[in-house]
């Protein structure tokens, strides 16, 4: 069991890489004056890492819906909720004064809306989505702990069901259908997943998992080529959407290929992934920071200055710099509790 638990913190460090690499491709798509040829290849790379969220939401779903943790209603607010609420209040604020420093006045009575709205530094929806996830887990946790592993697959099929393949027969059919569950958000599907996969009620082995992997990376590649730089067109709006079933495929098959990793306890390659875990939610919060600085503020653009090598040092520097900013800031009392 001990070693299934550094494969969670070995995922929490490949999905904070793959987040700032997302940002890097996407941040240097939306500034490039280079060709179509170098923004596809941006936006491509940019699709080919939409596992990271998926990922993240999967290792807290299997750690937090173990019903041999427990979770009183009273530990869930002090230690979950004020958490997030601290991180996205902190970052917020540290958005609105990077703003207003580098990029012009900001109105403060416009970022307290952007703050209630959540229409502040994209990056922060997924705290958003956090605060949602843990207010009703207490009720995911009734569940997880009474569902049988029929049940359990069962209420991932619906959701899968429900969440991905009808949405897409909507958008191919441009029909909609009228049948629908009482739930319109893909999340909680890849919350009960990692759970489901890492408790074995449902199980990718090693070889299947490699080749669905590779399929769904393969056929999210084939069809970002297919979409192009249009962003508006329905094919790429789905490649940009988490419930886009290749995405689950990818995410689950990632998921579960990782869970072999077999480290030798204390070993230097532990100790480092428990380094750099200890260390993913703020790479999370402060990555958004350089790239804005190098893409926005100093309108460096990668894409012209090197292309996809330069975009994977822009987001080398970007991880680098905020895991430093992170190292530092948690030596601070009060910062060490929210990072």
């Not at 004064?97 to 006045?105: I, K, N, Q, R, S």
């Not at 962003?231 to 869970?259: D, G």
Request: aromatic share 14%; hydrophobic share 55%; net charge positive.
């Amino acid at each position: 069991m001990t070693k299934r638990i550094h494969s969670l913190s070995l995922m929490r460090v490949l999905a904070s890489i793959a987040v700032v690499l997302l940002h890097s491709f996407y941040g240097a798509a939306g500034v490039t004056r280079a060709g179509d040829a170098a923004v596809l290849s941006a936006l491509t790379g940019r699709n080919l890492m939409l596992w990271a969220v998926p990922l993240f939401v999967m290792v807290s779903g299997t750690l937090l819906l173990d019903p041999r943790r427990e979770i009183t209603l009273g530990r869930l607010f002090r230690h979950y909720v004020v958490r997030v609420l601290a991180a996205l209040l902190l970052i917020s604020l540290l958005a609105w004064g990077f703003d207003h420093a580098l990029l012009g006045p900001q109105s403060p009575l416009a970022a307290l809306k952007a703050l209630y709205t959540a229409t502040g530094w994209s990056h922060l929806w997924y705290l958003y989505l956090l605060l949602a996830l843990y207010l009703l887990l207490p009720f995911y946790r009734m569940i997880s702990a009474k569902a049988t592993p029929a049940e359990m697959r069962y209420f991932l099929v619906l959701h899968f069901v429900f969440l991905s393949l009808i949405p897409l027969l909507n958008t191919l059919t441009m029909v909609k259908t009228g049948f629908y569950l009482c739930v319109s958000t893909i999340y909680p599907l890849y919350f009960f997943l990692g759970y489901a996969l890492y408790q074995r009620a449902l199980q990718i082995r090693r070889i299947p998992a490699a080749l669905l992997f590779l399929l769904s990376t393969g056929g999210l590649c084939f069809l970002s080529l297919r979409a192009g730089v249009d962003e508006f067109s329905s094919l790429s709006r789905l490649l940009s959407n988490y419930a886009f079933f290749p995405v689950i495929l990818q995410a689950a098959s990632l998921f579960s290929l990782l869970l072999y990793w077999e480290p030798g306890e204390d070993s230097f390659p532990v100790r480092f992934i428990g380094f750099l875990d200890r260390h993913s939610f703020g790479v999370y919060l402060f990555h958004m920071f350089p790239l804005k600085a190098i893409l926005v503020v100093l309108g460096i653009d990668p894409l012209t200055r090197g292309g996809i090598p330069a975009v994977l040092l822009l987001a080398a520097v970007s991880y680098l710099s905020s895991l430093l900013l992170t190292w530092i800031l948690k030596k601070l009392p009060g910062l060490k509790a929210i990072l």
